[in-house]
């Protein structure tokens, strides 16, 4: 079972400042509140194309996961395990291609654990408008976001069937949703949330943008250092 779910957004700012703030975002809660469930980032590669001079960047985040409770309610006891609330880390990892020179970032962010009930990809696509006067003015920023979700829960389940029945919850559990009814409940709660995701994500972009603004690029800059280098101390 698939689910997609596909937005359109403007920044009121220019396309370098908007990348800039892509890859800052999850720099610091200080610098953005909306990203404190982000408990850590580590560029695993990133180089420029020879020929093409574009920006290759792959990046991991450790974030602090909350299965929505709705899940949890579809499945047996002890199925996923964790503690009450479904508080577990979640590791994302974050592919990107930057052209500066035409304009387009392209990003893709997909979940590496918990995919055997939900797997959750989400793609990016920031370019300077299409509008002539506007691409002129070079002042906004357009990116459109789609998200697509998966469960395999029901495919897992049928695979665990002789276990399941030995457990003796299998009958009644599954006679009452059914692999595709599972599938897609999950697929529609997850839908849910992440659109509410989505804002708070636009609502730190926004935050990190008008503080480059403000502040200027070797502001925000030397204010993370700063801060970074006060934790080592502290450390």
């Known amino acids: 079972m698939v689910l997609t779910h596909s937005t359109n957004h403007t920044y009121s700012h220019p396309f370098p400042t908007v990348t800039l703030a892509y890859f800052l975002r999850y720099s ?15 560029t695993i590669s990133s180089h420029v194309d020879p020929i093409t001079q574009r920006l290759h960047t792959t990046r991991i985040h450790l974030k602090k996961s909350r299965m929505p409770g709705a899940v949890y309610k579809l499945l047996p006891t ?25 304009g387009w970032m392209k990003t893709e962010s997909k979940n590496l654990n918990f995919t055997g009930v939900l797997s959750v990809t989400e793609q990016q696509h920031f370019s300077l408008p299409s509008d002539c006067d506007r691409r002129l003015a070079n002042m906004e920023t357009d990116v459109t976001t789609s998200v697509v979700f998966r469960s395999r829960l029901g495919e897992k389940i049928r695979g665990r069937i002789g276990q399941a029945q030995e457990d003796g919850w299998f009958s009644g559990f599954m006679g009452g949703w059914g692999a595709k009814g599972i599938q897609r409940s999950i697929e529609s709660i997850a839908s849910t949330k992440s659109q509410d995701q989505l804002g708070k994500s636009r609502d730190g972009m926004r935050l990190v943008l008008e503080r480059i603004r403000n502040n200027g690029v070797i502001g925000v800059l030397e204010s993370l250092r700063r801060e970074r280098q006060a934790q080592a101390e502290l450390a």
Do not use: C, R, W
């Open 78 to 102: 002890g199925m996923m395990g964790g503690g009450p609330g479904g508080e577990k880390a979640s590791y994302i990892l974050e592919t990107s291609v930057v052209d500066i020179k035409e």
């Open 28 to 42: 610091s809660p200080q610098l953005n509140p909306f990203a404190s469930h982000v408990l850590s980032t580590d």
